[in-house]
């Protein structure tokens, strides 16, 4: 029989259009439960925290045709490592780190794939651009070309109603589409990375490129 994290993402898969991807949210999920999410298909994996991640991915080392997703915070002194070890960054949030990633990505000769972090409600537990800021920072970021920018990436804040979330999605769809018809040359805006296991419906939607999911496959996380 099969287990309920293989049974979860196959459900998944099957409701989800053939060009989302998703992407499996392993933090705090061991390293057997996501050889089973692999066994599933599961070829993204997405960590928040650095430490963590390296341990798994020494431990999962076999498992080559991964692609790593970093989608936490990142402190200055972790950007290398993240740099060195993730193959998407989701969390590009200010343009303090969209420079400093630039600077050690041309150093470390990586071009990473990237999202910019949109924060289209007001949430002070979280980072991210506002839409006004990012907008007025653009032309800047645009000049950064050891980053390959691919989108934006949105987490909404909890306890939205259906409408309130999707009508968010919908904003961050727009702003998206406004940024890549402003025309700038590395702003193409491909990818959008938004959706968690309480509203990816709603991100797909409004045109979701990339779900992030996790308590839905891996069942709650311990709480700290
Ligand atoms: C934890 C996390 C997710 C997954 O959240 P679930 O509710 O477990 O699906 C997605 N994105 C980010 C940035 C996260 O930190």
Do not use: C
């Amino acid at each position: 029989m099969k287990g309920y994290i293989s049974q979860k993402i196959a459900s998944i898969e099957q409701e989800i259009p053939q060009n989302v991807t998703l992407i499996g949210i392993t933090k705090q999920v061991d390293t057997a439960a996501m050889r089973e999410a692999y066994l599933a298909g599961i070829r993204n994996f997405g960590e928040n925290r650095l430490q963590e991640a390296l341990a798994k991915q020494q431990e999962l080392e076999d498992l080559t045709d991964v692609s790593w997703h970093f989608i936490g915070h990142i402190q200055k002194n972790k950007v290398k490592k993240v740099l060195e070890n993730f193959d998407w960054i989701h969390s590009v949030d200010s343009l303090a780190l969209a420079k400093r990633m630039n600077r050690l990505a041309r150093e470390l000769d990586l071009v990473p794939k990237v999202f910019l972090q949109a924060k289209i409600l007001p949430d002070p537990n979280k980072y991210g651009w506002e839409a006004e800021d990012l907008w007025q920072e653009l032309e800047q970021i645009n000049e950064y070309d050891s980053l390959n920018i691919q989108g934006l990436m949105t987490i909404l804040p909890w306890g939205l109603s259906s409408k309130e979330a999707s009508t968010a999605f919908q904003e961050v769809a727009e702003l998206s589409a406004k940024i890549k018809s402003a025309g700038y040359s590395r702003l193409k805006m491909p990818e959008l990375s938004m959706g968690m296991s309480g509203d990816y419906k709603l991100a797909i939607q409004a045109g979701a490129s990339q779900i992030r999911l996790g308590r839905t496959i891996f069942g709650e996380r311990n709480s700290k």
